[in-house]
Protein backbone atom coordinates (compact mmCIF):
# COMPACT_ATOMS: atom_id res chain seq x y z
CA UNK A 1 0.00 0.00 0.00
CA UNK A 2 1.18 3.32 -0.90
CA UNK A 3 2.66 5.89 2.03
CA UNK A 4 -0.04 8.86 1.92
CA UNK A 5 2.02 11.70 0.53
CA UNK A 6 1.44 15.41 -1.07
CA UNK A 7 2.73 16.98 -3.85
CA UNK A 8 5.64 18.82 -3.18
CA UNK A 9 5.75 22.62 -2.66
CA UNK A 10 1.88 21.84 -1.28
CA UNK A 11 0.79 21.54 2.48
CA UNK A 12 -2.02 20.60 4.24
CA UNK A 13 -3.26 23.22 7.07
CA UNK A 14 -4.60 22.26 10.49
CA UNK A 15 -7.11 23.69 12.80
CA UNK A 16 -4.58 26.27 14.30
CA UNK A 17 -2.73 27.02 10.77
CA UNK A 18 -6.32 27.78 9.20
CA UNK A 19 -7.33 30.39 12.28
CA UNK A 20 -3.92 31.99 11.93
CA UNK A 21 -4.01 32.25 8.01
CA UNK A 22 -7.71 33.97 8.20
CA UNK A 23 -6.89 36.50 11.11
CA UNK A 24 -4.02 37.28 8.27
CA UNK A 25 -6.64 37.45 5.35
CA UNK A 26 -9.34 39.41 7.55
CA UNK A 27 -6.84 42.28 8.39
CA UNK A 28 -6.05 42.42 4.96
CA UNK A 29 -9.04 42.11 3.57
CA UNK A 30 -10.71 44.68 6.33
CA UNK A 31 -8.34 47.00 5.14
CA UNK A 32 -8.93 46.76 1.20
CA UNK A 33 -12.83 47.55 2.10
CA UNK A 34 -11.54 50.51 3.91
CA UNK A 35 -9.87 52.20 1.13
CA UNK A 36 -13.12 51.30 -1.26
CA UNK A 37 -11.69 48.19 -3.21
CA UNK A 38 -14.12 45.43 -4.22
CA UNK A 39 -13.50 41.77 -4.23
CA UNK A 40 -13.21 39.75 -7.27
CA UNK A 41 -12.76 36.07 -7.91
CA UNK A 42 -11.38 34.54 -11.27
CA UNK A 43 -10.97 30.96 -11.87
CA UNK A 44 -8.37 28.21 -10.59
CA UNK A 45 -7.23 28.00 -14.52
CA UNK A 46 -7.10 29.89 -17.77
CA UNK A 47 -6.26 29.18 -21.09
CA UNK A 48 -2.40 28.73 -21.68
CA UNK A 49 -2.57 31.99 -24.35
CA UNK A 50 -3.90 34.36 -21.30
CA UNK A 51 -0.94 33.47 -19.79
CA UNK A 52 2.18 33.26 -21.76
CA UNK A 53 4.46 36.14 -22.65
CA UNK A 54 3.20 38.01 -20.27
CA UNK A 55 6.05 37.03 -17.19
CA UNK A 56 8.97 37.47 -18.65
CA UNK A 57 11.50 34.25 -19.72
CA UNK A 58 11.87 33.26 -16.53
CA UNK A 59 8.67 33.36 -15.21
CA UNK A 60 6.73 31.49 -18.47
CA UNK A 61 9.19 28.63 -17.13
CA UNK A 62 7.46 28.41 -14.14
CA UNK A 63 3.75 28.20 -15.18
CA UNK A 64 2.16 24.98 -14.55
CA UNK A 65 0.87 23.39 -17.66
CA UNK A 66 -3.01 21.28 -17.99
CA UNK A 67 -2.36 18.40 -20.22
CA UNK A 68 -5.39 18.20 -22.41
CA UNK A 69 -7.78 15.30 -21.68
CA UNK A 70 -8.16 12.22 -23.73
CA UNK A 71 -3.79 12.43 -25.38
CA UNK A 72 -4.39 8.38 -23.99
CA UNK A 73 -6.35 8.05 -26.30
CA UNK A 74 -5.16 5.52 -29.29
CA UNK A 75 -6.90 7.63 -31.46
CA UNK A 76 -4.36 10.89 -30.71
CA UNK A 77 -1.71 9.27 -30.21
CA UNK A 78 -0.27 10.69 -33.16
CA UNK A 79 -1.22 14.41 -31.65
CA UNK A 80 0.18 13.14 -28.35
CA UNK A 81 3.74 12.25 -30.15
CA UNK A 82 3.53 15.44 -31.93
CA UNK A 83 2.81 17.68 -29.43
CA UNK A 84 5.55 15.79 -26.92
CA UNK A 85 8.45 16.46 -29.78
CA UNK A 86 7.58 20.44 -29.63
CA UNK A 87 7.35 20.52 -26.10
CA UNK A 88 10.63 19.01 -26.22
CA UNK A 89 11.76 21.69 -28.77
CA UNK A 90 10.67 24.12 -25.81
CA UNK A 91 7.98 25.20 -27.84
CA UNK A 92 3.53 25.12 -26.61
CA UNK A 93 1.54 23.41 -28.46
CA UNK A 94 -1.95 23.00 -28.21
CA UNK A 95 -2.06 20.00 -29.05
CA UNK A 96 -0.53 18.89 -25.83
CA UNK A 97 -1.99 21.36 -23.54
CA UNK A 98 -3.99 24.71 -24.12
CA UNK A 99 -4.66 25.81 -20.15
CA UNK A 100 -2.47 26.36 -17.45
CA UNK A 101 -2.88 26.87 -13.43
CA UNK A 102 -2.63 30.66 -12.96
CA UNK A 103 0.63 32.32 -11.90
CA UNK A 104 -0.29 35.04 -10.49
CA UNK A 105 -4.11 37.74 -9.65
CA UNK A 106 -3.27 40.42 -12.18
CA UNK A 107 -3.26 38.58 -15.55
CA UNK A 108 -6.53 36.99 -14.83
CA UNK A 109 -7.57 40.20 -13.75
CA UNK A 110 -6.68 41.65 -16.74
CA UNK A 111 -8.72 39.72 -18.62
CA UNK A 112 -11.73 40.03 -16.51
CA UNK A 113 -11.07 43.69 -17.04
CA UNK A 114 -11.08 43.57 -20.65
CA UNK A 115 -14.30 41.41 -21.36
CA UNK A 116 -16.29 43.09 -18.75
CA UNK A 117 -14.79 46.75 -19.71
CA UNK A 118 -18.27 47.76 -20.95
CA UNK A 119 -20.24 46.89 -17.57
CA UNK A 120 -17.08 48.14 -15.35
CA UNK A 121 -17.89 51.83 -13.33
CA UNK A 122 -13.96 53.40 -13.80
CA UNK A 123 -11.64 53.77 -11.60
CA UNK A 124 -12.22 50.10 -11.24
CA UNK A 125 -10.87 49.09 -7.75
CA UNK A 126 -10.85 45.72 -6.95
CA UNK A 127 -8.85 43.22 -4.43
CA UNK A 128 -8.82 39.63 -4.31
CA UNK A 129 -7.59 36.72 -2.52
CA UNK A 130 -7.02 33.13 -3.79
CA UNK A 131 -4.38 30.32 -4.53
CA UNK A 132 -2.10 30.87 -7.05
CA UNK A 133 0.68 28.37 -8.36
CA UNK A 134 4.58 28.27 -9.95
CA UNK A 135 6.10 25.18 -11.07
CA UNK A 136 8.98 26.16 -8.84
CA UNK A 137 11.70 24.41 -6.97
CA UNK A 138 9.85 23.77 -2.71
CA UNK A 139 11.65 26.07 -0.26
CA UNK A 140 11.67 28.00 2.92
CA UNK A 141 8.76 30.38 1.95
CA UNK A 142 9.05 29.64 -1.34
CA UNK A 143 5.98 27.39 -2.54
CA UNK A 144 4.26 25.75 -5.60
CA UNK A 145 0.80 26.38 -4.38
CA UNK A 146 0.21 29.57 -1.94
CA UNK A 147 -2.58 32.44 -1.50
CA UNK A 148 -1.86 36.02 -3.21
CA UNK A 149 -3.60 39.24 -1.69
CA UNK A 150 -4.15 41.48 -4.30
CA UNK A 151 -5.06 45.21 -4.74
CA UNK A 152 -5.34 46.90 -7.85
CA UNK A 153 -6.78 50.10 -9.66
CA UNK A 154 -7.61 50.22 -13.19
CA UNK A 155 -8.62 53.17 -15.44
CA UNK A 156 -6.48 55.99 -13.78
CA UNK A 157 -2.80 57.68 -14.15
CA UNK A 158 -3.33 59.40 -10.60
CA UNK A 159 -0.13 59.00 -8.76
CA UNK A 160 -2.53 58.88 -5.61
CA UNK A 161 -3.36 55.78 -5.97
CA UNK A 162 0.31 54.44 -5.52
CA UNK A 163 0.02 56.38 -2.40
CA UNK A 164 -2.98 55.09 -1.14
CA UNK A 165 -1.40 51.54 -1.94
CA UNK A 166 1.61 52.34 0.10
CA UNK A 167 -0.56 53.46 2.88
CA UNK A 168 -2.68 49.75 2.29
CA UNK A 169 0.61 47.89 3.03
CA UNK A 170 1.57 50.72 6.09
CA UNK A 171 -2.71 50.33 7.44
CA UNK A 172 -2.21 45.98 6.64
CA UNK A 173 1.23 45.11 8.00
CA UNK A 174 0.82 47.76 11.17
CA UNK A 175 -2.72 45.90 12.40
CA UNK A 176 -0.80 42.45 11.77
CA UNK A 177 1.80 43.96 14.53
CA UNK A 178 4.60 43.78 11.81
CA UNK A 179 6.10 47.14 11.95
CA UNK A 180 9.40 47.12 11.41
CA UNK A 181 8.98 45.89 7.72
CA UNK A 182 10.87 47.93 4.53
CA UNK A 183 8.63 48.69 1.49
CA UNK A 184 10.82 49.37 -1.39
CA UNK A 185 10.00 51.48 -4.57
CA UNK A 186 11.60 52.25 -7.52
CA UNK A 187 10.12 53.32 -11.20
CA UNK A 188 10.65 51.03 -14.21
CA UNK A 189 11.08 54.60 -16.24
CA UNK A 190 14.32 54.86 -14.49
CA UNK A 191 15.26 51.25 -15.21
CA UNK A 192 14.43 52.15 -18.95
CA UNK A 193 16.64 55.44 -18.60
CA UNK A 194 19.46 52.60 -17.74
CA UNK A 195 18.36 50.89 -20.88
CA UNK A 196 18.91 54.06 -23.11
CA UNK A 197 22.19 54.67 -21.83
CA UNK A 198 23.22 51.18 -22.08
CA UNK A 199 22.46 51.03 -26.15
CA UNK A 200 18.72 50.99 -26.10
CA UNK A 201 15.10 49.88 -25.06
CA UNK A 202 16.45 46.03 -26.48
CA UNK A 203 18.58 46.17 -23.58
CA UNK A 204 15.44 46.23 -21.05
CA UNK A 205 14.34 43.01 -20.34
CA UNK A 206 18.17 41.70 -20.30
CA UNK A 207 19.04 44.37 -17.99
CA UNK A 208 15.93 44.13 -15.54
CA UNK A 209 16.25 40.13 -15.39
CA UNK A 210 19.65 40.22 -14.46
CA UNK A 211 18.90 43.48 -11.90
CA UNK A 212 16.36 41.20 -9.65
CA UNK A 213 18.75 38.34 -9.40
CA UNK A 214 20.75 40.71 -7.18
CA UNK A 215 20.01 39.73 -3.74
CA UNK A 216 20.53 36.13 -4.54
CA UNK A 217 23.18 36.11 -7.21
CA UNK A 218 25.41 39.24 -5.93
CA UNK A 219 27.09 42.01 -8.46
CA UNK A 220 29.62 39.88 -10.07
CA UNK A 221 27.50 37.29 -11.18
CA UNK A 222 24.67 39.91 -12.17
CA UNK A 223 27.58 41.53 -14.55
CA UNK A 224 28.55 38.33 -15.66
CA UNK A 225 25.03 37.66 -16.84
CA UNK A 226 24.75 41.21 -18.57
CA UNK A 227 27.96 40.20 -20.07
CA UNK A 228 26.36 36.92 -21.47
CA UNK A 229 23.35 39.01 -22.84
CA UNK A 230 25.45 41.05 -24.61
CA UNK A 231 26.49 44.05 -23.27
CA UNK A 232 29.36 45.28 -23.43
CA UNK A 233 32.13 45.91 -20.83
CA UNK A 234 31.51 49.50 -20.90
CA UNK A 235 27.40 48.92 -20.49
CA UNK A 236 28.24 46.61 -17.37
CA UNK A 237 30.07 49.12 -16.12
CA UNK A 238 27.44 51.47 -16.35
CA UNK A 239 24.95 49.68 -14.72
CA UNK A 240 27.43 48.54 -12.17
CA UNK A 241 27.61 52.24 -11.29
CA UNK A 242 23.95 52.57 -11.30
CA UNK A 243 23.22 49.51 -8.53
CA UNK A 244 25.88 51.23 -6.34
CA UNK A 245 24.14 54.03 -5.67
CA UNK A 246 23.49 54.40 -1.84
CA UNK A 247 22.50 56.91 1.08
CA UNK A 248 19.16 58.29 2.57
CA UNK A 249 16.00 58.68 0.24
CA UNK A 250 17.22 62.02 -0.68
CA UNK A 251 21.07 61.10 -1.00
CA UNK A 252 19.92 58.62 -3.62
CA UNK A 253 17.63 60.36 -5.66
CA UNK A 254 20.11 63.08 -5.97
CA UNK A 255 22.84 60.88 -7.26
CA UNK A 256 20.67 59.39 -9.65
CA UNK A 257 19.30 63.04 -11.31
CA UNK A 258 23.33 63.46 -11.90
CA UNK A 259 23.22 60.49 -13.34
CA UNK A 260 20.63 60.93 -15.64
CA UNK A 261 21.06 64.36 -16.22
CA UNK A 262 18.98 65.26 -19.23
CA UNK A 263 17.26 62.16 -19.59
CA UNK A 264 13.48 63.08 -20.13
CA UNK A 265 12.56 59.17 -19.19
CA UNK A 266 14.28 58.96 -16.08
CA UNK A 267 13.01 62.70 -15.19
CA UNK A 268 9.52 61.30 -15.08
CA UNK A 269 10.47 58.29 -13.09
CA UNK A 270 12.85 60.38 -10.57
CA UNK A 271 9.62 62.81 -10.30
CA UNK A 272 7.05 59.97 -9.37
CA UNK A 273 8.93 58.55 -6.70
CA UNK A 274 9.62 62.09 -5.29
CA UNK A 275 5.89 62.61 -5.23
CA UNK A 276 5.22 59.46 -3.48
CA UNK A 277 7.10 59.95 -0.88
CA UNK A 278 6.07 63.33 -0.10
CA UNK A 279 2.13 62.29 0.23
CA UNK A 280 2.46 58.99 1.61
CA UNK A 281 2.19 59.02 5.33
CA UNK A 282 3.96 54.90 5.20
CA UNK A 283 7.08 56.31 6.54
CA UNK A 284 8.67 52.54 6.23
CA UNK A 285 9.27 53.66 2.42
CA UNK A 286 12.53 53.69 1.03
CA UNK A 287 14.15 54.35 -2.49
CA UNK A 288 15.65 51.20 -3.80
CA UNK A 289 17.24 51.57 -7.38
CA UNK A 290 18.33 48.28 -7.37
CA UNK A 291 14.48 46.84 -7.54
CA UNK A 292 13.43 45.35 -10.94
CA UNK A 293 10.96 43.04 -10.29
CA UNK A 294 11.42 40.84 -13.86
CA UNK A 295 7.85 41.50 -14.89
CA UNK A 296 7.58 42.87 -18.22
CA UNK A 297 4.11 44.04 -17.83
CA UNK A 298 5.25 46.75 -15.23
CA UNK A 299 5.42 50.50 -16.57
CA UNK A 300 5.90 52.93 -13.50
CA UNK A 301 6.56 53.01 -9.79
CA UNK A 302 7.19 49.36 -8.55
CA UNK A 303 7.09 48.19 -4.84
CA UNK A 304 8.51 45.31 -2.83
CA UNK A 305 8.05 44.96 0.73
CA UNK A 306 10.91 42.86 2.87
CA UNK A 307 9.87 41.42 6.26
CA UNK A 308 11.98 43.31 9.59
CA UNK A 309 16.35 42.08 8.92
CA UNK A 310 16.47 39.49 11.92
CA UNK A 311 13.81 37.35 9.21
CA UNK A 312 15.55 35.66 6.64
CA UNK A 313 12.76 35.94 3.99
CA UNK A 314 12.11 36.85 0.59
CA UNK A 315 9.93 39.79 -0.47
CA UNK A 316 6.28 39.34 1.05
CA UNK A 317 4.63 41.78 -1.04
CA UNK A 318 5.28 43.55 -3.90
CA UNK A 319 3.43 45.00 -7.32
CA UNK A 320 3.64 48.21 -9.55
CA UNK A 321 2.38 50.84 -12.39
CA UNK A 322 1.13 48.59 -15.87
CA UNK A 323 0.05 51.46 -17.83
CA UNK A 324 -1.00 49.03 -21.16
CA UNK A 325 -1.74 45.46 -19.16
CA UNK A 326 -5.45 45.18 -20.89
CA UNK A 327 -3.99 45.85 -24.22
CA UNK A 328 -2.46 42.55 -24.41
CA UNK A 329 -5.75 41.21 -24.52
CA UNK A 330 -7.04 44.08 -27.08
CA UNK A 331 -8.29 46.64 -25.19
CA UNK A 332 -5.51 49.29 -24.78
CA UNK A 333 -4.67 52.40 -23.10
CA UNK A 334 -6.33 50.95 -19.66
CA UNK A 335 -4.31 52.38 -17.11
CA UNK A 336 -3.87 50.27 -13.80
CA UNK A 337 -1.07 49.74 -10.84
CA UNK A 338 -1.72 47.12 -8.04
CA UNK A 339 0.29 45.69 -5.20
CA UNK A 340 0.37 42.01 -3.46
CA UNK A 341 0.21 40.52 -0.16
CA UNK A 342 2.20 37.26 -0.31
CA UNK A 343 0.28 35.64 2.71
CA UNK A 344 2.31 32.44 3.44
CA UNK A 345 5.55 34.04 3.72
CA UNK A 346 3.65 36.46 5.83
CA UNK A 347 2.68 33.70 7.84
CA UNK A 348 5.97 32.28 8.36
CA UNK A 349 7.18 35.67 9.69
CA UNK A 350 4.53 36.22 11.74
CA UNK A 351 5.27 32.73 13.19
CA UNK A 352 8.65 33.27 14.01
CA UNK A 353 8.13 36.78 15.34
CA UNK A 354 5.57 35.23 17.59
CA UNK A 355 3.05 37.95 16.60
CA UNK A 356 -0.61 36.25 16.26
CA UNK A 357 -2.78 36.97 19.20
CA UNK A 358 -2.99 34.20 21.92
CA UNK A 359 -6.94 33.79 21.66
CA UNK A 360 -6.83 32.83 17.97
CA UNK A 361 -6.72 29.58 18.86
CA UNK A 362 -10.29 29.69 21.12
CA UNK A 363 -12.89 28.82 18.50
CA UNK A 364 -15.49 27.03 21.27
CA UNK A 365 -15.92 29.10 24.19
CA UNK A 366 -17.88 26.27 26.41
CA UNK A 367 -17.79 22.51 27.01
CA UNK A 368 -20.92 21.23 28.07
CA UNK A 369 -20.23 17.63 30.18
CA UNK A 370 -22.13 14.88 29.61
CA UNK A 371 -23.39 13.16 32.99
CA UNK A 372 -26.13 11.37 31.76
CA UNK A 373 -29.17 11.13 29.52
CA UNK A 374 -31.22 13.43 31.30
CA UNK A 375 -28.64 15.53 31.76
CA UNK A 376 -27.27 16.27 28.54
CA UNK A 377 -30.87 16.76 27.63
CA UNK A 378 -30.78 19.47 29.42
CA UNK A 379 -27.77 21.02 28.48
CA UNK A 380 -28.48 20.71 25.12
CA UNK A 381 -31.79 23.44 25.29
CA UNK A 382 -29.65 25.99 27.01
CA UNK A 383 -26.61 25.21 24.46
CA UNK A 384 -29.11 26.19 21.76
CA UNK A 385 -30.08 29.30 23.35
CA UNK A 386 -26.19 29.93 23.88
CA UNK A 387 -25.81 29.37 20.46
CA UNK A 388 -28.74 31.94 19.37
CA UNK A 389 -26.86 34.41 21.20
CA UNK A 390 -23.46 33.90 19.57
CA UNK A 391 -21.76 31.66 22.08
CA UNK A 392 -20.02 29.30 20.45
CA UNK A 393 -20.15 25.93 22.53
CA UNK A 394 -20.49 22.19 21.79
CA UNK A 395 -21.82 18.77 24.48
CA UNK A 396 -19.71 16.25 24.60
CA UNK A 397 -20.20 13.33 23.01
CA UNK A 398 -21.08 10.57 24.88
CA UNK A 399 -20.67 10.15 28.93
CA UNK A 400 -17.35 9.80 30.35
CA UNK A 401 -15.47 10.07 33.18
CA UNK A 402 -15.28 13.80 34.28
CA UNK A 403 -11.04 14.02 34.02
CA UNK A 404 -11.74 12.60 30.17
CA UNK A 405 -13.75 15.63 29.31
CA UNK A 406 -11.72 17.50 31.17
CA UNK A 407 -8.46 16.51 29.07
CA UNK A 408 -10.37 17.16 26.08
CA UNK A 409 -11.98 20.37 26.96
CA UNK A 410 -7.98 21.79 27.42
CA UNK A 411 -6.64 19.90 24.10
CA UNK A 412 -8.82 21.93 22.16
CA UNK A 413 -8.26 25.32 24.01
CA UNK A 414 -11.81 25.22 25.73
CA UNK A 415 -11.82 28.14 28.45
CA UNK A 416 -14.84 27.01 29.96
CA UNK A 417 -16.65 23.80 31.10
CA UNK A 418 -20.24 23.51 31.89
CA UNK A 419 -21.38 20.83 34.03
CA UNK A 420 -24.71 20.25 35.00
CA UNK A 421 -25.74 17.22 37.38
CA UNK A 422 -29.34 15.55 38.51
CA UNK A 423 -29.08 18.21 41.30
CA UNK A 424 -28.88 21.34 38.80
CA UNK A 425 -31.36 19.94 36.39
CA UNK A 426 -33.60 20.08 39.14
CA UNK A 427 -32.86 23.51 40.51
CA UNK A 428 -32.57 24.94 36.77
CA UNK A 429 -28.52 26.12 37.67
CA UNK A 430 -25.31 25.43 36.19
CA UNK A 431 -21.59 24.86 37.51
CA UNK A 432 -19.63 27.25 34.61
CA UNK A 433 -15.86 26.58 35.41
CA UNK A 434 -13.11 28.69 33.71
CA UNK A 435 -10.50 26.48 33.45
CA UNK A 436 -7.10 28.70 33.19
CA UNK A 437 -8.06 29.86 36.74
CA UNK A 438 -9.36 26.65 37.62
CA UNK A 439 -12.31 28.78 39.41
CA UNK A 440 -16.04 27.88 39.57
CA UNK A 441 -19.37 29.38 40.22
CA UNK A 442 -22.87 28.20 40.15
CA UNK A 443 -25.07 30.28 38.01
CA UNK A 444 -28.77 30.12 37.08
CA UNK A 445 -29.87 28.79 33.90
CA UNK A 446 -31.24 31.96 32.89
CA UNK A 447 -27.91 33.88 33.29
CA UNK A 448 -25.72 31.58 31.12
CA UNK A 449 -26.25 34.18 28.41
CA UNK A 450 -25.01 36.89 30.07
CA UNK A 451 -22.23 35.88 31.43
CA UNK A 452 -20.90 34.31 28.36
CA UNK A 453 -21.51 37.67 25.74
CA UNK A 454 -19.97 39.43 28.18
CA UNK A 455 -16.86 37.37 28.10
Known sequence: MAKPSIPQGTRDFSADTVRKRT??????????????????????????ETLMGKYGEEGDKLIFKILNNGLNDPKNIDKAKAGFEKLMEGKNTSELTERALKYDLTIPFARYVAMNY???????????????WRADRPQKGRYREFTQCDADVVGSTALLNEVELANIYNAAFTKLGLKNYELKINSRKILAALAEICGGEKFMTDITV???????????????????????????????????????????????????????????????????????????????????????????VIFEVKGPASVKMGSIGGGGRYDDLTGLFGVPNVPGVGISFGV????????????????????????????????????????????????????????????????????????????????????????????????????????????????
Do not use: W
Request: charged residues 25%.
Open 23 to 48: YILNTIRAVFELYGFQPLETPAMENL
Open 118 to 132: GHLTFPFKRYQIQPV
Open 210 to 300: AIDKLDKIGIDKVKEELAQRGLSNEQVAIVENYLNVTGSNEEKIALIETLFTGNETAGKGISELKYLLQKTTNTNVGVDFTLARGLNYYTG
Open 344 to 455: DRIYDVLEELNLFPENLQISTKALFFHLGENESGYAFELMQELRAAGVSCELYHESAKMDKQFRYAEKKNIPFAVIIGSKEVELKTCVVKDLSKGEQQTLSSTALIDFFTNK
